[in-house]
């Protein structure tokens, strides 16, 4: 359920995004998004990876490509949309140091691991006709279980991963 709302509350997110140099995004004026990506895949990370928080990111995509002006209808002519979820267990290694106050030196050092969940949200969209993918967002970061900031969290993230191809419908990179 708070897969996002801790996505980008990290201070470690990451966004970016690759453009089809040869799509045009000017001639699409409806979307349809893929329903199959409503379900969770894996069963690996229930907390972060399930139906509740896969609803609130496909809501927010359909509401910020709706406040932008396209259409959600399926068929020809539509840009299909499709989202992923990426979830993984990481360790990181760190030294954390005591220090003294007499004498400015550190007394004691010691090695710890630091054991955190790292998640990417990707935003895909394709050209129905053809089959090509013509543009590709995400966001990743260090995951954190904020309930209380889930749905604006959600929408920060969708907003964030689309304002490059939001902001230029004919684009490449």
């Known amino acids: 359920v708070f897969f996002i709302a801790t996505l980008l509350t990290s201070c470690a997110a990451e966004t970016g995004y690759e453009a089809n140099p040869e799509g045009d995004f000017t001639k699409y004026k409806a979307f349809e998004l893929c329903t199959e990506d409503l379900m969770p895949v894996s069963e690996d990370f229930p907390e972060y990876d399930n139906k509740e928080s896969r609803q609130i990111i496909a809501d927010a995509i359909k509401a910020n490509l709706v406040e932008k002006g396209l259409e959600e209808r399926s068929g020809e002519g539509s840009l299909f949309v499709n989202f992923d979820i990426a979830v993984a267990h990481k360790t990181q290694r760190v030294n954390t140091c005591t220090p003294t106050d007499e004498h400015q030196y550190w007394d004691h ?51 964030t991963i689309l304002k490059p191809f939001m902001e230029d419908k004919k684009s490449s990179q």
């Open 109 to 159: 050092c010691e090695v710890k691991d630091m054991d955190y969940d790292e998640g990417t949200l990707s935003i895909r969209f394709t050209d129905l006709s053809t089959g090509t993918v013509l543009w590709e967002g995400w966001a990743n970061g260090i995951l954190v279980n904020r309930p209380a900031s889930l749905k604006k969290a959600i929408d920060q993230a969708v907003q």
